[in-house]
């Protein structure tokens, strides 16, 4: 196609005055262009008299992907501990829409995955028993109206989004009872379901997550995924889960080293690899009879919900034990409840913590600099407020300067905290190694757990300009036909480290707010291809900038 064509006149005017040495190319775009020159056409052009540049290939370089303000992902070094990396991480993987009564699909792991996700997550529920007699099944559909009244009444009440979630699903569609999973190799059993537990979330079977996860694992990266098991079953559909991950994954199921775990392996050595992040067994635990486990726990999950006063036997809710051979699968990624970083399970090799992001603000505030060390050499996960029951997401810079390694978050949204998703692991292989100073020692020393992340590395001062020439086929909003009636700028914010952060003082806004420190924007323009005139937005004089952690928006 004719680059003429393709580029309105008030894009070509201001490319004209850049030919022309008007307005010349800084250094590193003069050896980005000299660079799209030699790969194209074989050829260096040098400067002509004035800085003069051909114009015809300037309009080649600019039309073209090269032009892009988002540079190529750099080649990473993977010889480091895996904790020595950022991880693109997913939150409730299997949802589709709000937290609430959003779809689940197996869709939304091919997606995530697809687009360079290295960690997703599976909510894993009892599947529905074949002979559950008609008592049983009125129990649950009377469940299921009494959730529906209790979280309509509790919706206003926690949610932090400025949007109100959608309209819920008719009622009578909503309460229709799922068909249970028959396995391929029984018929005589059920198999564990995956959803969101104590919603009105649909649900899809464990297995088709698992054949999801195993098509779209490797296709983009061959660099390791974790799995995040929460588990809500009972041990005989544990015993099921365990069948179906290594019917569906085999050999990519991580395997166990010869011996102890004394240090995490590295991303390289873990090619291909899928690892499960999963609880450990409570050794001693007598196992019990299966059977017995599965109406048990689900007769205490239907008598769990709030305003259950018509339900006959009300039981307290008890966390499911783990099988030895589920958590067997958690090799280099045992998940342990979190009680301080002074527990002694904080030093096990191959622990994990997941931390809400208002816990992971209180951790931040009483322990900072402990923190900062512990996830250099062991690893964290954080997710979402349970109140973001549309979806919305954590401010993710804020914890990888905490150097947490997987900040998941809801793909489905795209927000601010997915666009600063994009701009740390946007073309790459979804790891990231992280800034000296933030890794672990290749030689295993144990560097001091009083250095926070303003100890050790240096801080920079950011002077940044960005101008504003022109724009052209910005769409029109829903309901508008003429362009006329369209006033269009561009807005610019700065995410950087905040002071707090270093000093291990309160954050601004519980660290909810996912604006930048810093502001600006142009004056507004007019149609859909506007006119800036070459309008400048400076940020001037920003102290305690790291590079790699700062983020354009």
Known sequence: MNTLSILSPTVLKYLKTIAD???????????????????????QEKPKEHGRLDFQSLLSYMSSSKSNALRPADEVDLDYPISSYFISSSHNTYLSGNQLYGESSTEAYRNVLLRGCRSVEIDVWDGEELDSSDEEKEEKHGFRSRLTDSLSSRIHKHRIDD???????????????????????????????????????????????CAAIRDAAFVTSNLPVIVSLEIHTCAEQQEVMVEIMREEWGDMLVEAPSEVCTVLPSPAALRGKILVKVKGAIAGKPKGAPAEALVKIRSESSSDSEGQSDVKTKKTKKKND??????????????????????????????VFSLSEKKLIEVHQSQGPTLFSHNRNFLMRAFPSATRVSSSNLDPALFW????????????????????NEGMFGGGSGWVLKPKGYRASLSGDKRPHTENQADVIPHKSLNLSIEVFAAQDIPLPPGTSRPDHLHPYVKCELHVEKPEERSGGPIPGGGRSQDGEHKRGTKFGKGIEPDFGGEVMQFMGITGVLEELSFVR
């Not at 307005?23 to 194209?40: M, S």
């Not at 309209?167 to 569609?173: D, F, G, L, S, V």
């Not at 799922?178 to 537990?197: D, F, I, K, N, Q």
């Not at 300067?401 to 600063?420: F, T």
Request: aromatic letters at 10%; zero cysteines.
């Open 21 to 43: 040495g008007g307005n010349p190319l800084d250094a590193h775009q003069a050896a980005e262009y000299n660079k799209f020159l030699l790969e194209r056409f074989r050829l």
């Open 163 to 209: 949007k109100a979630p959608e309209a819920a699903p008719a009622a009578k569609e909503s309460l229709k009872m799922p068909t249970p999973w028959r396995s391929p190799s029984s018929l005589l059993r059920a198999e564990p379901r995956v959803l969101h537990g104590y919603t009105l979330t649909k649900e899809v079977s464990f297995r088709a997550v």
């Open 322 to 351: 783990i099988i030895q051979a589920l958590s067997a699968l958690g090799i280099y990624t045992h998940s342990y409840h979190f009680k301080n970083l002074s527990a002694p399970e904080a030093k096990i090799p191959n622990h």
């Open 401 to 420: 300067r905490k150097g947490v390694q997987m900040v998941a978050l809801n793909w489905q949204k795209w927000d601010a905290g997915m666009m600063l």
